[in-house]
């Protein structure tokens, strides 16, 4: 996608449901009239998530800090059921790795699934995480403070979204992401926030 690949359109009205946010969404694969500047058609979804409001996505990119917060299994829980109930495969993508030792690591393997252990500080793991999401649609979610919105920006190359550190009172992250955002990482490869 290059800038002369972008349309502003509109949605037909025939293709409008009023009060439904869910008549057209990031991810849909669309038919549209490049003349007129209108969709035409929405293709059938292979799936989509409520939250963030999106559809057709290849994986999901769980990211959890392993400390500083510390991982949360219940939160990881839930986000799990969430993607599963859309037939969405889950990969974990566990932050902050730096912080604990190599033995505390391996323990840490022992009791979870897929896991792409990641230091944005040491640049841990980021090659592999960028073969792995090579030519997919990909969302990455996780609690605030897990470093989010710093992996998207090494994936991208470039600060496209704020950071923050996490509230040295409260030991939780602090909100900077305030809406669903769409990049694209690599040529074919899209990661969502």
């Known amino acids: 996608m290059n800038e002369e690949n972008i349309y502003e359109c509109k949605l037909r009205g025939t293709l409008k449901v009023k009060n439904n946010k869910m008549n057209c969404i990031i991810?849909?694969?669309?038919?549209?009239?490049?003349?007129?500047?209108?969709?035409?058609?929405?293709e059938k979804r292979e799936n989509f998530l409520y939250r963030p409001l999106i559809a057709n996505i290849d994986f999901i990119g769980i990211l959890f800090a392993i400390k500083s917060p510390n991982f949360d299994f219940t939160n990881f829980q839930k986000m799990l059921l969430n993607a599963n109930s859309q037939n969405i495969p889950v990969v974990l993508i566990l932050s902050k790795v730096d912080l604990v030792s190599k033995e505390e690591l391996e323990e840490f393997f022992k009791e979870t699934i897929s896991i792409f252990p990641i230091s944005t500080e040491t640049n841990t793991g980021i090659t592999e995480l960028q073969q792995y999401i090579n030519k997919k649609s990909v969302v990455i979610s996780g609690p605030s403070g897990a470093g989010k919105s710093t992996l998207i920006n090494t994936l991208i190359g470039k600060e496209v979204l704020a950071t923050n550190d996490v509230s040295q009172k409260t030991?939780?992250?602090?909100?900077?992401?305030?809406?669903?955002?769409?990049?694209?990482?690599?040529?074919?490869?899209?990661?969502?926030?």
């Open 27 to 42: 991810g849909d694969i669309v038919e549209f009239d490049e003349k007129e500047k209108v969709i035409e058609k929405i």
């Open 171 to 193: 030991k939780k992250g602090r909100h900077t992401t305030i809406e669903s955002r769409f990049f694209m990482s690599a040529p074919h490869s899209y990661i969502i926030d």
